[in-house]
């Protein structure tokens, strides 16, 4: 099962139906037919814009964001897909804080609703610090389907691991 490294909190049927998948060598061919284009956000100022559209519409009263970035350095073999920082620094007499989001490069190539999903996530950070109840209510919030997506997101990264080639 360390092939399904991406799926390890899920049950067992759920990784035994994408087991056979893999096997039977459709797994591909089931993600295209639901997510059949990758989208087109492909720099930072892109990515930028479309976090703050989502900021905007679900979580106004925020913390501002001082940065939006694709990262290189934020690899899926660590189990990160994006980053929220929070710095914060004396600058005179005054307390600065910065808030970043960082996404993982590799969703430059991905279909915009796994982009959204770990967006989503990111931005619920700014509210939630950790991955409790109230956290998953907000990414919900945000984004009905999130439970849906990460996990199809997860299938994904399996099928990426297992086959060394992305589909887009």
């Known amino acids: 099962m360390e ?3 991406y799926l390890g909190g899920y049950n067992v049927k759920l990784k035994e139906q994408v087991i056979a998948l893999i096997e039977n060598k459709q797994l591909g061919e089931i993600m295209l037919k639901k997510y059949p284009t990758a989208h087109e956000i492909t720099t930072d100022k892109m990515l930028y814009d479309y976090v703050m559209d989502i900021k905007n519409q679900y979580l106004k009263k ?6 939006v970035s694709y990262d290189s350095k934020i690899n899926f073999s660590n189990q990160a897909l ?3 920082t929070y710095v914060s620094r004396v600058q005179g007499s005054k307390l600065k804080a910065k808030n970043e ?17 770990i967006v989503v996530h990111e931005l619920a950070h700014l509210k939630e610090k950790g991955h409790d109840k109230p956290f998953y209510k907000l990414c ?8 849906q997506l990460e996990f199809d997101m997860r299938v994904y990264l399996t099928y990426m691991d297992i086959f060394k080639k992305s589909l887009y």
């Open 3 to 5: 092939r399904l490294k």
């Open 62 to 67: 925020s913390n501002p964001l001082s940065k």
């Open 82 to 84: 994006g980053l929220h």
């Open 101 to 117: 989001i960082k996404i993982s490069s590799q969703f430059k190539k991905m279909p915009l609703e796994f982009l959204r999903m």
């Open 140 to 147: 919900e919030y945000m984004e009905p389907n999130f439970h």
